[in-house]
């Protein structure tokens, strides 16, 4: 049996070439997204599974675990990649804004992994791979919550 990625953010950017790489290696995908309208090429390769979740949403995790569970009979990796930029000055973000910053790049990440690591443990093996920002470690301008939520 192949093994079984599941990437969180997988419509775009370093989540979609991720999913496209890992298919590429022989690996079964499952590529996650909060939009199933987007990333469709991705339905075109063979062993690529799309797959709705949302970060923001703890319903949507549990669902996407076990759908990717009984699509694949296993979970063997999964790198939490979900996560996106606000761009402006400071005093310009608005609390509903900082707040799904935060949301989906910090608790959003914490929510995927708890819930992993619950079927890892119970599985007895499985690795999570994070992916962050070097804007954790310094801060690029008009990025500050980004860089906070990294």
């Known amino acids: 049996m192949s093994q079984t990625v599941l990437i969180t953010g997988a419509s ?4 979609l070439a991720t999913a ?3 298919q590429q290696q022989g690996w079964q995908v499952v590529a996650t ?3 199933l309208e987007k990333a469709t090429e991705l339905d075109r390769l063979a062993n690529v599974h799309r797959i709705l979740l949302d970060v923001t949403q703890p319903a949507t995790i549990d ?11 296993q979970i063997d990796l999964l790198i939490n990649n ?3 930029i606000t761009w402006g000055f400071v005093e310009d973000a608005t609390d509903e804004q900082i707040y799904h910053q935060f949301n989906v790049n910090f608790f959003g990440s914490i929510r995927v992994a708890q819930s992993m690591t619950s079927y890892f443990r119970e599985k007895g ?21 980004y860089n906070a939520s990294k």
């Open 12 to 15: 775009s950017g370093i989540g």
């Open 63 to 73: 669902s996407a675990l076990q759908s990717a569970i009984d699509r694949c009979g």
């Open 82 to 84: 979900a996560g996106f």
């Open 125 to 145: 093996c499985g690795q999570i791979l994070v992916v962050t920002s070097g804007g954790a470690r310094l801060g690029f301008p008009l990025m500050s919550f």
């Open 33 to 35: 997204m909060p939009n």
């Open 20 to 22: 496209k790489y890992f």
